[in-house]
């Protein structure tokens, strides 16, 4: 601290609440509890994620084994090797995984599962709020399996250049027609055609580079660095996957891949044939030529039900978000948040939930998702809009400059979220990082009506609520609203029902002596309410040992809308001060994920 603060600031200091990023060694239960607990939370997260996994290897093997030991492509195999079975198995995973990919992004019906699976256990709730997750991992097996198909032209061509009078050789010069029916197998047709070529002129081979093309750039556009830095990027190329579905789609009308047709099989089978294939038309021999033909298209099957179900729910969202917004108030807050307070009818929201808002006197396309900040009692719905990249930018500034008209508005939403279920913990642990308080004012707004309407129903007890901010000026934000909730509870006699700290982590030596000279001072400097701000991080350990010897056998609910390194921190945590016992205190960690 400064030398000319004088002793006031040494004798407060040691007062002054502290906290610390580092975190100390700390006695944690043992190791076997922990890991007993995450069987118990988890394992229908494993169970699920098994399954899955179960079924994409079946598949595989199956279709594997189908194309490996089968008759009808023992040709097929003479000139492709192992290659045709890796490929055809890859095919039938990826077609798999192709009609699961929609639906974690389908929101209607997450947001309608979610309520009816209302009275379903927590852990199967819970399976909802990994969605993104699932859509990922199975985004990643797709492009897994996408890779098995790049080789097939090349093993066709080396055998159409083959001169040495192999089986394959002469399999693959089999081009002419008998009985109006084509009797090729090797799609390329002469020794002077490359594999470029055929790539390109085909259906399998164009349709197969499109698909491709369009999964690389999905995938790289999603990585988190570019998804949260340049998300217009992301919002625009994510959109490419309709190209994908509609190459997936004919993708196999061209059969490119051949197997020998029934009647051939039993004219001139290849165990009793293949051998003197030399001899094949003889006039003496019994052996014909083989013919063959295309396997029909099958990916349009896989993912036809669940193209339909999402252009269902596009078309939903599409005519919800065409219903007038009102907006009825703009607030400016400091650190550049925009509040707008808005009406729509018919609207209906819960705690928690979040809308997908568009303007289009910005971008037509662009849609963003922005957690409500207002209760459900309100007449009203509101969200806080944080300036973090070009549109918000561009939005918070079309505000700013108090237009007339001022640019309209359109929501599509809400949308369900795992803040639904604060109120269904005996004990709730709220953590909100920056701009991530969004969904928890929403629940603290809750509670402040339910409490002045003296709701019997509310099984919560308890609510211990943590924001970290890096600038005083978002504390802003909220004050009021903390501010009303301490009065409130004072009133009604419930002050340790709402157990709220507040963090600084973006301080100076300035802010803290000016804070340690006030520390005396019945409110806070820096807030105006009666809980002093502390500075830094919090020291989890010590807040989840408070919490679990105040709470010996109580269900604790953690919640954090914020990064994925206080993620994985509150996660462990909660891992770690779970008792092996159930009827003992237990936490469960829930996130937001948009």
Known sequence: LPGHLGGSVGKNLSRIQVAESSLLPRETPNHLSTMGNWVVNHWFSVLFLATWLGLNVFLFVHAFLSYEKADKYYYTREIL???????????????FNSMLILL???????????????????????????????????AYMISIHIIAHLFNFEHYSKSRQATDGSLASVLSILSHQEKGEESWLNPISSPNMTVEYVTFTSIAGLTGVIITIALVLMVTSAVEFIRRSYFEVFWYTHHVFIIYFIGLGIHGIGGIVRGQTEESLNASHPH????????????????????????????????????????FERILRFYRSQQKVVITKVVMHPSKVLELQMNKRGFSMEVGQYIFVNCPSI???EWHPFTLTSAPEEDFFSIHIRAAGDWTENLIRAFEQQQSPIPRIEVDGPFGTVSEDVFQYEVAVLVGAGIGVTPFASVLKSIWYKFRHADHNLKTQTIYFYWICRETGAFAWFNDLLASLEREMEELGKVDFLNYRLFLTGWDSNI???????????TDILTGLKQK??????????EFSTIANAHPRSVVGVFLCGPQALAKSLSKRCHQYSSLDPRKVQFYFNKENF
């Not at 090797?81 to 077609?95: E, F, I, P, Q, V």
């Not at 701000?533 to 010590?542: A, E, I, L, Q, V």
């Open 272 to 311: 009793r044939c293949a051998e003197s294939f030399k001899q094949w038309d003889v006039h003496d021999s019994h052996c014909k030529h083989p013919q063959f033909e295309g396997l029909p298209a099958e990916s349009w099957k896989w993912i036809l039900a669940p193209v339909v179900l999402y252009i």
């Open 512 to 522: 803290a002596g000016h804070a340690t000279l006030n520390f005396d001072k019945a």
């Open 81 to 95: 090797g192992s290659a045709l079975a890796w490929a055809r198995a890859s095919a039938r995973c990826l077609n």
């Open 104 to 138: 974690p992004v389908c929101r209607n019906l997450l947001s309608f599962l979610r309520g009816t699976c209302s009275f379903c256990r927590r852990t199967l709730r819970k399976q909802l709020d990994h969605n993104l997750t699932f859509h990922k991992l199975v």
């Open 363 to 365: 971008s037509y396309l």
């Open 533 to 542: 701000t502390s500075f830094g991080r919090p020291m989890w350990d010590n």
